[in-house]
């Protein structure tokens, strides 16, 4: 058993997924994006999961919806705290 491949952050998912819904991709390197994912991740809570179907056992709509609008807020601070940071 691998517990690196088994386990995982379900925080991680929302946070890559908001990279692909605001197009970060296209506009940043992956190093700049790793950067980014990194601080984004920092200011979220961990929630450790085995398998993506788990979520949708446990988590209400409610849950899941605050979740991702945490995700976006973390991505969006995160964002303009490397661009300051790049223009100084």
């Given at each position: 058993?691998h517990?690196?491949?088994?386990i995982?952050?379900?925080?991680?998912?929302?946070?890559?997924?908001?990279?692909?819904?605001?197009?970060?991709?296209?506009?940043?390197?992956?190093?700049?994006?790793?950067?980014?994912?990194?601080?984004?991740?920092?200011?979220?809570?961990?929630?450790?999961i085995?398998?993506?179907?788990?979520?949708?056992?446990?988590?209400?709509?409610?849950?899941?919806?605050?979740?991702?609008?945490?995700?976006?807020?973390?991505?969006?601070?995160?964002?303009?705290?490397?661009?300051?940071?790049?223009?100084?």
């Open positions: 058993m517990l690196e491949l088994d995982h952050n379900y925080y991680e998912h929302l946070v890559v997924e908001r990279l692909h819904e605001d197009n970060l991709y296209k506009s940043y390197d992956k190093e700049f994006l790793a950067d980014l994912c990194c601080l984004a991740l920092s200011k979220l809570p961990a929630r450790y085995r398998h993506e179907v788990d979520m949708a056992f446990y988590l209400s709509v409610e849950q899941r919806t605050s979740m991702v609008e945490e995700s976006r807020k973390a991505v969006r601070e995160s964002l303009d705290y490397l661009l300051t940071k790049s223009d100084e």
